[in-house]
T-cell receptor, first 114, second 114 residues
Framework: AQTVTQSQPEMSVQEAETVTLSCTYDTSESDYYLFWYKQPPSRQMILVIRQEAYKQQNATENRFSVNFQKAAKSFSLKISDSQLGDAAMYFC???????????FGTGTRLQVTL | KAGVTQTPRYLIKTRGQQVTLSCSPISGHRSVSWYQQTPGQGLQFLFEYFSETQRNKGNFPGRFSGRQFSNSRSEMNVSTLELGDSALYLCASSLTDSMNTEAFFGQGTRLTVV
């Protein structure tokens, strides 16, 4: 069984600053993917970034990057140059076996202030 | 390209009734999965379909069922509704059932049971 834990229910960041959202996971599988999804008030889940467990290099997508520590089973998301549009719920998730069977964390609500 | 379409967007049902929710995946996508999102339990996997076959099922009672048609559209049904079934039901589609394929989410159906 997989578990995903997000210990920060809420975070706040000033516009243009950097924020890091934490996530830890547990799985007995050797091959798996990790994801960060964003859920704005519109409720639609949007993929922010993903990381394959076999890849050593941390994934990066524009202002979003991850710090993947496989031994520690940690997968944090760093958002640089935060923008008002980044305000949303952020979910960390993992998958093994199939693309669409995702295990989600409880989410972190990110506020972006002026 | 149209995204994942879920209908209806909002639904109010009475306890004891049954309900059917619909999900039309992105054209060409063959895998569809369903999730239940509640404030108390978070995002929980319901089931996954690929090429009309149920591949995985989450830990939900038998009142929750689903199916996938030959055009990949999927429906989920909940019978004998309970107040606790009130939730946002999210559908996701992916091109294949492979783990490295991105899952795209619809905007969800908000079900309220009264």
């Amino acid at each position: 069984a997989q578990t995903v834990t997000q210990s920060q229910p809420e975070m706040s960041v000033q516009e243009a600053e950097t924020v890091t959202l934490s996530c830890t996971y547990d799985t007995s599988e050797s091959d798996y993917y990790l994801f960060w999804y964003k859920q704005p008030p519109s409720r639609q889940m949007i993929l922010v970034i993903r990381q394959e467990a076999y890849k050593q290099q941390n994934a990066t997508e524009n202002r979003f990057s991850v710090n993947f520590q496989k031994a520690a089973k940690s997968f944090s998301l760093k958002i640089s140059d935060s923008q008002l549009g980044d305000a949303a719920m952020y979910f960390c998730a993992s998958s093994t076996g199939t693309a669409s069977k995702l295990t989600f964390g409880t989410g972190t609500r990110l506020q972006v202030t002026l | 390209k149209a995204g994942v379409t879920q209908t209806p967007r909002y639904l109010i049902k009475t306890r004891g009734q049954q309900v059917t929710l619909s999900c039309s995946p992105i054209s060409g996508h063959r895998s569809v999965s369903w999730y239940q999102q509640t404030p108390g339990q978070g995002l929980q996997f319901l089931f996954e379909y690929f090429s009309e076959t149920q591949r995985n099922k989450g830990n939900f009672p038998g009142r929750f069922s689903g199916r996938q048609f030959s055009n990949s559209r999927s429906e989920m049904n909940v019978s004998t509704l309970e107040l606790g079934d009130s939730a946002l039901y999210l559908c996701a589609s992916s091109l294949t059932d492979s783990m490295n394929t991105e899952a795209f989410f619809g905007q969800g159906t908000r079900l309220t049971v009264v």
